[in-house]
């Protein structure tokens, strides 16, 4: 990519935990996939934020970079628009966490309610790993070292969002002038898709997710399990739609809102079977899926050219993010052999 250029910058990410799910689709790779039109994007494949609570399971991350790789192509982000880049393959962004983690207090982080929820339904209590309570802070390098302004995700990733400005606003204080970017979220109007059961939100971690290489079988045992109204016991009874994953996923993904608004009708009045309601959606999730696992299926021939593209990109990361560490170690005070010394 053009590192001259004056659009504005882009830098979101996933962790390769596993193969990318629809919340990834609605949260994020869809507005990633419009934005590249606009703006410079960069994509990270966020491998050392993910062994912060796999290190003992280093394989599956490896295995999963070729995996979210193929579903960024997959969905039509463009490698001749947006550049793939590797967290793990850039010393410079693991540099500035260092010099970051400076900036931001222990007490902070374990305030932060996206931490708190995540060390909460990992069971890790006191024996969080260092690395997990620290990754809003590398996620704050991340993204400044790109100079990103927006960051497209979803509703989870706000509080680090808010973190990252409050790192950027402490060290361009303290330099007295502006070193760092401030960004923005831009989260979508599905920024929090539940998972089928409806307990929390879709995650790779939970298990519970219908990934974006779904076959149709795969397709319907999930919305076989997805939850409706427990109190909507015969086809005849009134169901509710409020709370109703089935109608979520509809608002979600179903192209034709106008039958979905008489969907709704119908399920308030009685009349309407889950099993039907549930047949529509599978259909829908078909017709969502289908064209991505085509195309994913193609690019899967080729898994050299996806990691060719991805080390390409990693270069070109490393060189922009090197400039910001430079700029960074000489705002907060580091030592430079490079600096002229009177000796004498
Ligand atoms: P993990 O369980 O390993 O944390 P994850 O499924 O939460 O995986 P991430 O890689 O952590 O996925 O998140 C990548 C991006 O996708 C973030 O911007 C996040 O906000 C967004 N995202 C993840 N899950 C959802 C969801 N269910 N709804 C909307 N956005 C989501
Ligand atoms: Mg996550």
Sequence with gaps: MNTETTKPVILTGDRPTGPLHLGHLTGSLQNRVAMQETHDQYVLIADMQALTDNAHDPGKIRRNILEVMLDYLAVGIDPGKTTFCLQSGIPALHELTALFMNFVSVGRLERNPTIRSEIAARGFERSVPLGFL???????????????????????????????????????????????????????????????????????????????????????????????????????????????????????????????????????????????????LEEVLENVISPIRSRRDSFAADPAEALRILKQGTRTGDLISKATLDRTREAVGVFSFDDQYELG
Excluded: W
């Design 134 to 280: 620290n990754y809003p802070v590398s996620q704050a390098a991340d993204i400044t070292a790109f100079g990103a302004t927006a960051v497209p995700v979803g509703e989870d990733q706000l509080p680090i969002i808010e973190q990252t400005n409050e790192i950027v606003r402490k060290i361009n204080n303290q330099a007295g002038k502006s070193v760092l970017t401030e960004c923005r979220a831009i989260i979508p109007k599905v920024g929090r898709l539940p998972a089928v059961d409806g307990s929390s939100k879709m995650s790779k971690s939970s298990g519970t997710a219908i990934h974006l290489s779904a076959s149709p079988d795969e397709i319907r045992r999930a919305v076989r399990m997805m939850y409706t109204d427990p109190g909507h016991l015969k086809v005849s009874d009134p169901g509710k739609v409020e709370g109703n994953v089935v109608f979520t996923y509809l608002d979600a993904f179903d192209p034709d809102e106008q039958a979905v608004a008489e969907l709704k009708d119908h399920y308030r009045r009685g009349g309407l079977g889950d099993v039907k309601l549930k047949k529509r």
